[in-house]
């Protein structure tokens, strides 16, 4: 059983950037995609970004398009989230899963979810 594990997360002014990392414990990633979400008070959970197993394919929703980059370390079992520009509206939970399917953005097509790690973004 995989364990998923988020940090990075802190509080930036708009406009600034943070990196967030997810580490896998307990086993590699293996074949898995891995997926980004974030979920807002009030708010559903919502697709950020995904990465292929072996990296060589994302997939992102249009809201951070071009301002966040998803990338992953096989080495080191770790997955990333460069946020760049952020906007107040990018203020959430944030949360790793993995799935079978990098070009989904569907919440039930990803598991093993990590706790979260909160991004605030001030205006």
């Known amino acids: 059983q995989v364990q998923l594990v988020e940090s990075g997360g802190g509080l930036v002014q708009a406009g600034g950037s943070l990196r967030l990392s997810c580490a896998a414990y307990?086993?590699?990633?293996?074949?898995?995609?891995l997926g980004w979400f974030r979920q807002a008070p009030g708010k559903e959970r919502e697709f950020v970004a995904a990465?292929?197993?072996?990296?060589?394919?994302?997939y992102y929703a249009g809201s951070v398009k071009g301002r966040f980059t998803i990338s992953k370390d096989n080495a080191k079992n770790t997955v990333y989230l460069q946020m760049n520009s952020l906007k107040p509206e990018d203020t959430a939970v944030y949360y790793c899963?993995?799935?079978?399917?990098?070009?989904?953005?569907?919440?039930?097509?990803?598991?093993?979810w990590g706790q979260g790690t909160q991004v605030t973004v001030s205006s």
């Open positions: 990465i292929s197993w072996n990296a060589g394919s994302t």
């Open positions: 307990g086993r590699t990633f293996g074949s898995y995609a």
């Open positions: 899963a993995e799935g079978l399917n990098y070009h989904s953005d569907r919440v039930a097509d990803f598991g093993s």
